[in-house]
């Protein structure tokens, strides 16, 4: 009897493991907006029998829970996320549930820092570990990594500005071409009215990589909330809050005598999100005559949360860099093996800088869900630049060295209010703000010989008007405002942007020039000009994820207040009009954006701090395609490209004496970038990157006249030996391409008794570089 007993349990219990087994499934998913973006930290809770289970989508948008057979309801929720429930009868698919999303706000406004993005639709590039693994050296890497069509050159060795082309247009340090704006915690890089370059980029120098949460770009003026500068676009760069780890510390070294440190601490305490760090580093570099190039920086944030609505924070950063540079080096005499590659003709050329930059930032969340934001910034900068560029050609005896001088105080604010409202059944957002930014700056240029400035006032020279001394103190000042309206249509299929920015500008200069005799620079000027914005993006497929856009979008970009106090009549801002359109498909393994664009840009009035003198470039125009792409191959490999095709670049209603269209030089027609990157892989992180700029012309009516093209494969590799230690080893330039970054053409002579000489002067890149380095994180965080 009890042996029946135990059988007739036995049964029982196998059948209830096989029905238990037979009424189980897998629901897996995505989240995503509407247009098939996708969206991580998604509170996804399904009810199935009076029982609940609680998951949240991960990294990549997506979920997997085991559920019981039969009806499911599917509730999703998340911060600023309009809830929403579905129903599943039970019958439909388990596989591949895509669930569409509707965000109240954007979560663009959860940061304390203002920052904007365009409908440009994203797509996922899954490159966490190229920040993870690589051990940054340089500002032009993180530019690198954005894959968006941009050739940054090393200008002189590392110590100065960036030189940056984009779509068909030089853009010099920044701010001429119609600009790329970079802007860091809001706080915007570029200089105007600088003593080197018209939106000067060399703040970037104190930015330390390991504090970068992210960066990401607006392809085109197409944000309201951005104006000087942004006429070919905008990088926004995000720094930490706070660090994962209580103590972090960085030890590296490599080739070219390369040392580098980065050393932070940052609290673990209630409310409140903060660090401190310090970063030194120094690198000679491949030069014969060595770079001397030294960094600190010393960078601090404290944000206290007073709970999930409201938070306010303060921000700091300090560098300093001094370095010696070899110059632009003249190519005729590397070819002929007069002049090494890494050779040198003035030893003199290098700079010194030191800067500060302290902000204040606001946010507040209201529970109608409207959010408030607000910052204000100081910044203090002292700047001195020696170079020289055409060595004898203006003075045969003394040589042409300059010294450029930049003593500025800066004081900026924001403040910026995002309202939802539901209209046409769907959520839409109403945004207004404003902005000022004020400069007083004492700038000039100095002829200088041994970095004495004094060579203006040295026999022969009193007189020379090819031997220009200039001195100006400048102020310059910056308002502005803008709305803008998010709206959607028919479910969320149809997003439609409409936004308008004006920006006020005054000039006010007193200063003068010394060449054959005085000129007093004296005056007051201003200008007003208004930026419409209209972006519509279409996602017609409820489950095929493919979203169609087209943004427009007017930039400005303001001109030196030398220039404009001197040639008053001439263009005191100048515009960029900028069209796009495109197509973006977002799928699970695969995704890949498309696009066009045609950019007209008006005429251009360009200071010359180098010599003083006025370039005014007509109307012009850049039509192109641009294509990026990544490749999920396996879970931890993925394989990411794009690349940027400009068809043609030329000033409009402007021929050659051959009655051709007269095109616009010294920028790169193709840029192509690809990279293989490997995502913790029992510890391991690591990418192969590659970029590869097109050669292009120097000169307009010159087609032999050319810059010669690059490809630059970089390696990175790091390796969690234990919880607290990884091992990092990042070469640069693996194949030892040799290449050239900065190029440029134009007269100089090379000694006292040569002849004078047009000629392709450039900035030689990096041979292959080595770097290994430990990476120590101590007191984890919760």
């Keep these: 009897m009890k042996a029946l007993v135990s059988v007739i349990l036995l049964t029982v219990l196998l059948f209830a493991i096989s029905v238990s087994a037979q009424t189980t499934r897998q629901l897996k998913g995505s989240v995503v907006t509407s247009q098939f973006e996708f969206v991580p930290g998604v509170t996804i809770e399904v009810t199935a029998g009076g029982s609940k289970i609680n998951a949240v989508s991960d990294g990549q948008g997506q979920f997997d829970i085991p559920v019981p057979e039969g009806p499911l309801s599917i509730a999703v929720s998340g911060k600023n996320i309009v809830a929403q429930t579905l129903q599943l009868d039970g019958k439909a698919s388990n596989d591949d549930i895509v669930i569409k999303i509707s965000y109240r706000i954007s979560p663009i406004h959860e940061t304390v820092t203002i920052n904007d993005d365009a409908l440009t639709p994203d797509i996922e590039i899954r490159n966490t570990a190229v920040y993870n693994s690589t051990l940054f050296g340089r500002d032009d890497q993180l530019l690198q990594t954005l894959g968006a069509g941009i050739n940054a050159g090393q200008h002189e060795g590392g110590g100065k500005s960036l030189e ?46 390991e504090l970068v949460q992210d960066v990401s770009i607006i392809n085109g003026p197409f944000s309201p909330a951005f104006g000087d500068f942004s006429g070919l676009g905008v990088v926004q760069i995000r720094q930490r809050e706070s660090l994962s780890d209580i103590f972090t510390a960085r030890i590296q070294g490599g080739s070219h005598n390369t040392v580098r440190g980065f050393f932070a601490y940052s609290p673990s305490w209630k409310n409140i999100d903060a660090f401190l760090s310090y970063e030194p580093s120094y690198t000679d570099g491949p030069f014969e005559n060595p770079l001397k190039y030294r960094r600190d920086n010393v960078s601090g944030n404290l944000t206290y949360k007073f709970d999930d609505s409201q938070a306010l924070g303060f921000k700091f950063n300090l560098g300093r860099n001094d370095f010696t540079s070899s110059g632009q080096i003249p190519l005729d005499l590397v070819e002929n093996g007069s002049l090494d590659r890494f050779g040198f003709i003035d030893p003199e050329n290098g700079g010194k800088v030191q800067q500060g930059t302290a902000g ?26 020696y170079s020289n560029f055409t060595f004898f050609l203006a003075d045969p005896v003394y040589g042409d060295e300059i010294q450029q001088h930049d003593s500025r ?56 008007p090819d031997v220009l001394f200039t001195s100006a103190l400048a102020n310059v000042n910056n308002y502005a405002g803008y709305i803008q309206n998010s709206s959607a249509f028919f479910g969320g299929h149809l997003r439609v942007d409409l936004g308008l920015r004006f ?42 994820p493919i979203s169609f856009y087209a943004n427009y979008g007017r930039g400005i970009s303001s001109q030196d207040a030398r220039g404009v106090i001197r040639e008053p009549m001439s263009p005191q801002i100048a515009t960029t009009d900028f069209y796009q359109s495109g197509v973006s498909y977002n799928g699970h393994r695969v995704s890949a954006v498309f696009s066009s664009f045609l950019i007209d840009r008006s005429n251009e009035q360009v200071y010359i701090p180098d010599d003083g003198s006025i370039e005014l470039a007509g109307p012009s125009r850049s039509y192109g395609f641009e294509s990026r ?54 510890g391991f992180n690591a990418s192969l990157s590659m970029r590869h700029v097109s050669d292009y012309r120097l000169d307009a009516d010159d087609r032999s006249i050319k810059a010669s093209g690059q490809t630059v494969v970089d390696l990175a590799v790091s390796k969690r030996l234990k919880r607290w230690v990884d ?56």
């Design 164 to 209: 940056v082309r984009r779509y068909g247009f030089n853009t010099d340090h920044g701010g001429v071409g119609g600009g790329l704006k970079i802007v860091v915690d809001n706080v915007q890089q570029n200089q105007g009215t600088q003593g080197h370059g018209q939106g000067y980029l060399g703040a970037l120098k104190s930015l330390s990589p």
């Design 360 to 385: 204040v930032y606001f946010r507040k969340e209201f529970s109608s869900g409207t959010t408030f934001k607000a910052d204000a910034f100081v910044g203090r900068s002292l700047f001195d630049l």
């Design 409 to 464: 105080l800066r004081e900026g604010a924001n403040v910026q209010i995002v309202t939802p409202y539901k209209a046409f059944g769907s959520y839409s957002s109403f945004t207004a703000g404003a902005n000022f930014q004020f400069d007083q700056i004492n700038v000039g240029l100095y002829p200088s010989v041994g970095r004495n400035p004094n060579r203006k006032f040295l026999a022969g020279n009193e007189n020379n």
């Design 503 to 544: 920006d006020t500008f005054t000039f006010d200069v007193n200063g003068f020039e010394i060449g054959d005799g005085r000129t007093d620079i004296i005056g007051k000027q201003s200008d007003t000009k208004f930026q419409p914005k209209v972006s519509v993006a279409l996602s017609p497929f409820d489950r095929t």
């Design 629 to 682: 792409g990544s490749v999920r191959i396996t879970r931890n490999l993925n394989f990411n490209g794009g690349f940027t095709n400009v068809l043609k670049a030329f000033f409009r209603g402007e021929r050659n004496t051959l009655g051709e269209r007269l095109i616009v030089d010294s920028a790169p027609h193709f840029v192509a970038n690809a990279s293989l990157v490997l995502s913790e892989l029992r």
């Design 727 to 782: 091992l990092n080893f990042s070469i640069d330039n693996l194949f030892n391409s040799k290449y050239f970054e900065t190029q440029n053409y134009f007269e100089s002579r090379t000694c006292q008794t040569c002849d004078v000489g047009t000629r392709i002067h450039a900035t030689p890149g990096f041979p292959f570089t080595a770097t290994v380095g430990l990476t120590f994180r101590l007191g984890r965080k919760n």
